[in-house]
């Protein structure tokens, strides 16, 4: 089992920076990609960024590319996600996820463990 805990949500106004943080603890931390998803009200979903175990390859959906970056530490078994330039349309829960096969691409959105989420909300 793995156990993921998100931090760093918060309110912010249009146009500024949050960084989010999800610590991973149990089984091994670097064996397989690590993600970020988001859900707002009434909204299916959505795969916004993923890593893979060394950090060599990255994945963003369209609407968050050069705005967000992903990125983990091995030695702090922890993923971050630096969130820039944020907009209205970026609020929502943004979940933590980690799966431990190396078996899929990091753009495949199946995942085995989940954080609680971590509220972002940004004003206009």
């Known amino acids: 089992q793995v156990q993921l805990v998100e931090s760093g949500g918060g309110l912010v106004q249009a146009g500024g920076s949050l960084r989010l943080s999800c610590a991973a603890s149990?089984?091994?931390?670097?064996?397989?990609?690590m993600a970020w998803f988001r859900q707002a009200p009434g909204k299916e979903r959505e795969y916004v960024a993923g890593?893979?175990?060394?950090?060599?390859?990255?994945y963003y959906t369209d609407s968050v590319k050069g705005r967000f970056t992903i990125s983990r530490d091995n030695t702090k078994n922890t993923v971050y996600l630096q969130m820039n330039s944020l907009k209205p349309e970026d609020t929502a829960v943004y979940y933590c996820?980690?799966?431990?096969?190396?078996?899929?691409?990091?753009?495949?959105?199946?995942?085995?463990?989940w954080g609680q989420g971590t509220q972002v909300t940004v004003s206009s």
């Open positions: 996820a980690a799966r431990e096969s190396r078996q899929y691409r990091v753009q495949d959105p199946r995942y085995d463990y």
């Open positions: 149990g089984r091994t931390f670097s064996r397989g990609a």
């Open positions: 890593i893979n175990w060394s950090a060599a390859i990255t």
